[in-house]
């Protein structure tokens, strides 16, 4: 996977098209598998299967952190694509208000999920591996619930900014038949 500048009107790397969809697959599993897990626990039910909700949430939580950022250099790095002509001024404003805040979420989220474990005590994932713990933060069970509790919200905010972006995407491969799609699918003719 080789990464080179992108020309602006063909779309973004393959480094950055990759990136995307890996992050988007995690997210989109991570979101329902937060919510699965905590509906279990709050039922008390602590077995095998919720263990591993948990283990794998926490860490494919973290490398979807690690994603992102690489994703946000690469970003800041490249130039971003132009959107064609015939899109209009107040949705590339409101495409990119969105596209920016699914970053700024996917940094904040995984970044409070990772402090609360940190604060719970609950580092631990699978095979006997733990996460590092955050740096700065001490063991407060009651200051881990609370973000635990934001964590959640957020989670919630996401899914209402990720179902406005994947309108928005599909809207463009499928009506507007316009190139916006392409420049972040893999294999296009503009790769
Ligand atoms: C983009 C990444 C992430 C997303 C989209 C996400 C999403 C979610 C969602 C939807 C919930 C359920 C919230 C609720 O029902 O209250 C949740 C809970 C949780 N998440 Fe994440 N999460 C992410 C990253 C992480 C990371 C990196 C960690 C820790 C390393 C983590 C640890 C937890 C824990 C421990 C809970 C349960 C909290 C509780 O029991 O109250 N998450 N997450």
Redesign the pocket.
């Given at each position: 996977m080789s990464e080179r500048s992108n020309d602006s009107k063909q779309g973004f790397s393959v480094t950055q098209r990759w990136l995307h969809w890996i992050a988007a697959m995690l997210?989109l599993t991570?979101?329902p598998v937060?919510?699965w897990?905590?509906d279990r626990?709050e039922a008390n039910i602590w077995d095998g299967l919720t263990g591993t909700l948990?283990a794998s949430?926490?860490a494919f939580?973290?490398l979807?952190?690690w994603l992102v950022a690489w994703r946000l250099i690469l970003r800041a790095i490249n130039t971003a694509p132009e959107y064609p002509a015939s899109v209009s001024q107040p949705i590339r404003k409101l495409a990119k208000i969105t596209q920016w805040l699914i970053y700024a979420l996917?940094l904040v989220?995984?970044l409070l999920?990772?402090a609360?474990?940190t604060a719970f005590g609950?580092l631990n994932i699978f095979l006997g591996l733990s996460?590092p713990a955050m740096p700065g933060i001490s063991p407060d069970k009651e200051f881990a619930k609370e973000l635990?509790a934001i964590?959640?919200w957020l989670?919630v905010a996401?899914c209402a900014l990720l179902f406005l972006h994947i309108a928005g995407a599909l809207k463009h491969r499928l009506i507007d038949r316009d190139g916006v799609f392409d420049h972040m699918s893999l294999g296009s003719k503009n790769e």
């Amino acid at each position: 996977m080789s990464e080179r500048s992108n020309d602006s009107k063909q779309g973004f790397s393959v480094t950055q098209r990759w990136l995307h969809w890996i992050a988007a697959m995690l997210v989109l599993t991570l979101l329902p598998v937060g919510f699965w897990m905590v509906d279990r626990a709050e039922a008390n039910i602590w077995d095998g299967l919720t263990g591993t909700l948990y283990a794998s949430h926490k860490a494919f939580g973290f490398l979807v952190l690690w994603l992102v950022a690489w994703r946000l250099i690469l970003r800041a790095i490249n130039t971003a694509p132009e959107y064609p002509a015939s899109v209009s001024q107040p949705i590339r404003k409101l495409a990119k208000i969105t596209q920016w805040l699914i970053y700024a979420l996917l940094l904040v989220i995984p970044l409070l999920g990772w402090a609360g474990v940190t604060a719970f005590g609950a580092l631990n994932i699978f095979l006997g591996l733990s996460l590092p713990a955050m740096p700065g933060i001490s063991p407060d069970k009651e200051f881990a619930k609370e973000l635990f509790a934001i964590h959640g919200w957020l989670a919630v905010a996401l899914c209402a900014l990720l179902f406005l972006h994947i309108a928005g995407a599909l809207k463009h491969r499928l009506i507007d038949r316009d190139g916006v799609f392409d420049h972040m699918s893999l294999g296009s003719k503009n790769e």
